[in-house]
């Protein structure tokens, strides 16, 4: 069992390829890793409660970690009420702690 | 600072940690970091006249532009700030008079090509459409294009800008080459929204679908594929501007989306455009795919964002935030903004621009400066030369000028903190309107 690290920058509007990290970090929860997904710049976007096509409710409820850079977040004015159940939010130094952890691959989107 | 720093580190570690093959190891070029002051000037026209063509006393073209450099309108400073002023009524009048054989009245719009080397101003009671230098500001090409230019809006490619013809009911596409100086209307590519059909096979203008054909405002996307044009009696077309003749590959009726649309803004990969009028006020998403000549009409259906009809509004300019996280539109009428979530397209907030600064400022076009913590607004005058209905005097404002917004809460709401004076006394009567207003990033 391995740590899968996530840091997914891309706007989920605009790029359609974010559903690869969704599908990715998926099956690898499945086969039993440790999965987080960071989400920087645009890639905070998906965060919003009602933001539209947004499948991180999902992802949350099956065990995947999901952390949101907070200075992301702010200049996005996004708050922390309007978050997704089950996305917390999170700080560089907490992504570069995730970094230096063993048996961590990261995987930058 | 330190939040470079770790971004630095960040690409380090991940340089030496194993990745999966679709990774990609790079700082975005928008990255979050927006201190880069980047240098911008806030250009406003006045569209009233300057100049006295026929010698009887009265004020017959022209039009006054100014140039603000971005740094002297943080709020403390903004009121004494001292534009640079050209006066639309000498050299360019006299190019547009010797290519043309007329004086241009009336500028309205204007944007910037997307090299921001050379200004492109619509006149919209005469037709004209000119060309300035963006550095020198020297004229350096005039055309009429017919009755009336509205707008004339550049491609983000620069090989063309599409012409709204208001009164001419024309769609007509200026083909360019900013590097040679060669602008040449093309009129095998106009359409005429007077006698033209529609995919469906629907005249274009027509008493029931779209009573009033004229075209206001044409909205370009960022790939120059389509161009969202509005319609003065209601009524929408989407517009091929590559095809020639151009091309109407969506088409929608009045009721679909109402009059008088001028504000239109991408983002979140959906063009967002409204209706104005002084009691209409409403804004639409549309998507930027599915269009094809085979749908039927109104498809594919935009999202009705929010609807103020039955108010006082005219609504009018709009803009993006920073990152295009929410879309603000201003109500020229209803001297307020309102700001759209742009991943749900829900209304978040409203918030009114009276107060101290402006008691009616009649907010008309809006823009942003690069680093997003200001919005610009032209602030239309008592006596408002466009746009007005004067059983509601929805465009007239007390206070003509350039106002300034802070935007707070990274986009959510903002205030109203600063208005700089632009004003033209003529026999004591306050002639100042400014309505074209954009943003220049200085290279």
Redesign the interface.
């Known amino acids: 069992m391995a740590n899968y690290l996530f840091i997914e920058s891309r706007d989920p509007f605009e790029s359609r390829d974010t559903r690869f990290v969704e599908e990715t970090a998926t099956a690898l929860k499945q086969r039993g890793n440790d999965v987080t997904i960071f989400l920087l710049q645009n890639g905070v976007f998906a965060s919003r409660q009602n933001a539209r096509n947004s499948n991180l409710a999902g992802l949350a409820q099956t065990g995947i970690r999901i952390l949101a850079d907070d200075f992301s977040l702010l200049e996005r004015g996004i708050t922390t009420a309007e978050l997704v159940s089950g996305i917390q939010p999170s700080d560089i130094e907490t992504l570069v702690d995730l970094l230096v952890q063993r048996d961590t691959k990261a995987i930058w989107h | 600072m330190k939040?470079k720093l770790?971004?630095l580190?960040?690409l380090g570690?991940?340089g030496g940690?194993?990745?999966?093959g679709?990774?990609?190891?790079?700082v975005?070029p928008?990255?979050?970091d927006?201190e880069d002051n980047a240098r911008y000037e806030v250009w406003v026209i006045d569209q009233s006249n300057t100049r006295d063509e026929d010698g009887n006393g009265t004020l017959d073209s022209g039009g006054t532009l100014y140039i603000f450099e971005g740094n002297d309108l943080s709020h403390d400073q903004a009121p004494s700030a001292v534009p640079e002023v050209v006066d639309l009524g000498s050299a360019a009048r006299d190019l547009c008079l010797a290519q043309t054989g007329t004086a241009p009245v009336r500028p309205h719009m204007f944007f910037f090509n997307r090299a921001g080397s050379h200004t492109v101003i619509a006149f919209v009671a005469s037709g004209h459409v000119l060309f300035l230098d963006t550095m020198s500001k020297a004229p350096v090409q005039c055309m009429d294009v017919g009755v009336q230019a509205h707008a004339a809006v550049p491609s983000n490619d620069q090989t063309f800008i599409v012409v709204a013809n208001q009164n001419g009911r024309l769609l007509q596409r200026i083909n360019t080459n900013y590097q040679t100086n060669t602008f040449t209307l093309d009129n095998a590519a106009t359409i005429n929204f007077a006698t033209c059909t529609t995919p469906s096979g629907a005249p274009c203008q027509d008493a029931i679908l779209r009573p009033d054909a004229r075209p206001v405002c044409p909205v370009i996307d960022n790939c120059d594929r389509f161009a969202f044009v509005t319609l003065a009696g209601g009524g929408l077309f989407v517009v091929d501007p590559n095809t020639t003749p151009m091309s109407i590959v969506a088409e929608y009726d009045k009721s679909t989306v109402h009059p008088d649309g001028c504000g239109g803004v991408q983002a979140?990969?959906?063009m967002y455009i409204n209706s104005g009028g002084a009691t209409e006020g409403d804004l639409y998403s549309f998507p930027l795919s599915g269009y094809r000549s085979t749908n039927p009409p109104n498809a594919p259906m935009p999202t009705l964002v929010y609807t103020h009809d039955g108010t006082n509004s005219d609504s009018h300019g709009a803009v993006a935030?920073?990152?295009e996280?929410?879309v603000w539109v201003a109500e020229r009428f209803g001297n307020n903004i309102t700001v759209v979530?742009?991943?749900?397209?829900?209304v978040i907030n409203q918030f009114s621009l009276v107060g101290d600064v402006s008691n009616d400022p009649a907010p008309d076009l809006l823009d942003i400066s690069p680093d997003g913590k200001y919005i610009f607004m032209a602030l239309r005058g008592p006596n408002p030369l466009t746009g007005n209905n004067p059983t509601f005097n929805n465009a007239v404002g007390s206070t003509p000028g350039l106002g300034v917004i802070r935007v707070k809460?990274?986009?959510?709401t903002g205030k109203f903190v600063a208005r700089i004076p632009i004003s033209h006394m003529v026999a004591g009567v306050e002639r100042a309107d400014p309505h074209g207003m954009r943003v220049l990033i200085k290279q």
């Not at chain 2, 979530?341 to 829900?346: E, H, L, V």
């Open positions: 939040r770790f971004f580190l960040l570690m991940l940690l194993a990745t999966l679709r990774a990609t190891i790079a975005r928008d990255g979050d927006h979140r990969s959906r935030t920073l990152h996280s929410y979530d742009t991943t749900s397209d829900a809460q990274g986009g959510k």
